[in-house]
């Protein structure tokens, strides 16, 4: 055991998702280890221990991975699947859960580590963060202003786009979720535009299917074509994506990869499974009800490349790090949304549901959007060719705003910390933090080592990190490098 005789070292984790729940099992182990720490965990009463993806939802509204890719512990990747059978489930391994059941799971895990630590919870939003001398922070909320040692920011995503700027109309939904409660909000019979063709669309399209098939249901976006059903899942070995190979370029290039090597060595791994793509493949118009149906008919070569894209989710962020800043932006011009659309696919079944309501006409789908025009009681959506779409009500499903800055009203929190340069804008998105360590980079302080910033917000940097695995196991990373530098 670690003596206990330092000074007591006080820990803030601010927000109780994935990460916050990650960032307090790891404290909690290290609390057990006999380190002197006393614990403070922030959170929205409504999301506390689930994050704003997996709380309290509809049972329609289901996962986008299978349980055995799901665990809130990092060495024990059948966490998930073992909880599923203590609750009856049979053979939960390749199930596709609701996303309710995945935040009854991990609520399940942050109470028993809640318990063993002795943590304070304090069920607010967290106002302001404010470093003080460069060896605490302030942190100040509805009813509580302390200084801590150590900050975990883990507030997850920024709020949903708002391009359009409809916000404040009242027949706009700015936020989809919960669901169930924002579906119920809207009158019978009315016309209901969906913002956006990614995976939310998806929950919105199979929940109203089931409950609210009174609503003439239509979708809108650039593309006008949806992600990618998720095709078989091929075991594999990567013989070019290896740890070995990856640092032996690095050491032969300066620590740089090039985009057009590891094109390369993709093409390499598709042809050592025995498939050969041509280069048309990777431009087809995946997401379109043609190429969904085709790939629900014929899953086996889209699952080849959905598995390796899927495997490289180790070496992401360290790869993503090894390119120019020039090799960054002609990946998301070029491949950023063939990469999207393959890699967050969604299960065979909402396929099928996309399918057979796309074919029998009872949802509309749209691309090349222009324009937004907020009348009195309903919107126009303005199309390519001056054509015209009028819906009575619309709802959010474009994602979360990528680019921060300090005005960023619907983020108090993340607005004042931009606003005061406590945290720095990233060019790929989200903020600014050191790799691995995940400590803030402060145009104004330096680099923070005792602030970590995770999850959504550090996407630009930590490229990838929209899986449960990742967000997961870096706060290990991050909690180790404070234990490393401050209390060995």
Not at 142 to 165: K, R, W
Not at 252 to 277: A, C, F, P, V
Request: aromatic residues 10%; charged residues 30%; hydrophobic residues 35%.
């Amino acid at each position: 055991m670690i003596s206990n005789e330092k000074k007591r070292k006080k820990v803030a984790i601010v927000g109780m998702g994935v990460t916050g729940v990650s960032v307090l099992r790891e404290w909690t182990r290290e609390k057990e280890k006999g380190r002197a720490v006393d614990i403070t965990v922030f959170g929205d009463e409504k999301t506390f221990g689930r994050g704003f993806p997996y709380q309290k939802e509809d049972d329609l509204i289901i996962m986008n991975q299978p349980a055995d890719l799901a665990t809130i512990i990092p060495e024990e990747k059948d966490d998930f699947v073992h909880w599923l059978k203590e609750k009856g489930e049979k053979d939960p391994r390749k199930g596709y859960y609701p996303r309710a059941v995945f935040g009854n799971y991990l609520n399940d895990r942050m109470k028993s580590w809640l318990e063993q630590s002795k943590a304070r919870v304090i069920k607010e939003k967290v106002e302001t963060i404010r470093p003080l001398d460069g060896h605490c922070f302030r942190v100040c909320s509805t009813s509580l202003t302390e200084d801590f040692d150590y900050v975990h920011l883990c507030v997850g995503n920024a709020p949903y786009e708002d391009d359009y700027n409809l916000v404040h109309h009242p027949h706009f939904i700015a936020n989809p979720f919960p669901l169930k409660e924002k579906l119920q909000s809207i009158p019978f019979g009315v016309s209901l535009g969906v913002l956006g063709t990614g995976l939310t669309s998806i929950d919105i399209l199979r929940y109203a299917r089931e409950e609210r098939p009174d609503l003439s249901l239509s979708f809108y976006s650039q593309s006008g074509r949806f992600k990618t059903a998720r095709g078989e899942t091929i075991p594999y070995t990567y013989k070019y994506f290896t740890e070995e190979n990856i640092k032996k370029t690095k050491e032969k290039n300066d620590g740089w990869i090039s985009l057009t090597t590891y094109l390369n060595w993709m093409i390499k791994e598709i042809n050592h499974r025995g498939i050969q793509l041509e280069h048309d493949w990777w431009f087809q118009d995946f997401g379109s009800i043609e190429k969904v149906q085709r790939d629900i008919m014929d899953p086996y070569i889209l699952g080849v490349v959905q598995t390796l894209i899927l495997g490289l989710d180790p070496f992401l962020t360290e790869m993503w790090g090894a390119l120019t800043e020039k090799d960054k932006n002609r990946f998301i011009e070029d491949y950023g949304e063939i990469w999207d659309k393959v890699r967050s696919s969604f299960p065979k079944e909402s396929g099928e549901i996309l399918v057979e309501e796309w074919k029998k006409e009872a949802i509309s789908v749209y691309g090349k959007v222009h324009d937004v025009i907020k009348r009195e009681n309903h919107f126009e959506v303005l199309l390519e060719k001056n054509v015209k779409k009028e819906v009575e009500y619309l709802i959010n499903a474009t994602g979360s705003i990528k680019n921060v800055d300090w005005k960023i009203g619907r983020m108090p929190l993340l607005a004042q910390l931009l606003s005061e340069r406590v945290l720095q804008p990233e060019v790929f998105g989200g903020v600014q933090v050191t790799m691995p360590n995940l400590s803030a980079i402060s145009q104004r302080y330096g680099v923070l080592h005792q602030f970590k910033v995770h999850g959504p917000l550090i996407a630009g940097i930590q490229f990838g990190n929209n899986s449960i695995d990742i967000l997961s196991e870096t706060a290990q990373t991050a909690v180790q490098s404070i234990i490393q530098k401050d209390f060995s």
